[in-house]
Nanobody, 120 residues
Framework: QVQLVESGGGLVQAGGSLRLSCVAS??????MGWFRQPPGKEREFVAT????????LYGDPVKDRFTISRDNAKETVYLQMNSLKPEDTAVYFC???????????????WGLGTQVTVSS
């Protein structure tokens, strides 16, 4: 069993930055992903990273603005978000799975989410 706890969300002005963190409990090493759910919309893929951290993949809306990374010694995955836009406003979820995929169904464990609000 893996427990995921996200932190780092908040209110930021457009153009600003935030860094989200996700701490994963448990000894198993998983691929990690970030997803987000904007108000009134479906959950969408943001980024994923392999167990080693070598492979990363990003959703088109965040490519070149967001960076996913991980520190396996701290069992933590990060999402650095730069040049934030109002359309980035969403609840951001951390997820753990066996493969670094853009598909939410590939992830077995999910955090409760952290709210990110970007004002214009």
């Amino acid at each position: 069993q893996v427990q995921l706890v996200e932190s780092g969300g908040g209110l930021v002005q457009a153009g600003g930055s935030l860094r989200l963190s996700c701490v994963a409990s448990g000894r198993a090493r998983y691929s990690m992903g970030w997803f987000r759910q904007p108000p009134g919309k479906e959950r969408e893929f943001v980024a994923t990273i392999s167990t080693s951290g070598v492979y990363t993949l990003y959703g088109d809306p965040v490519k070149d603005r967001f960076t996913i990374s991980r520190d396996n010694a701290k069992e933590t995955v990060y999402l650095q978000m730069n040049s934030l836009k109002p359309e980035d406003t969403a609840v951001y979820f951390c997820a753990a799975g066996l493969s670094a995929s853009r598909r939410a169904t590939e992830y077995s464990y999910w955090g409760l989410g952290t709210q990110v609000t970007v004002s214009s």
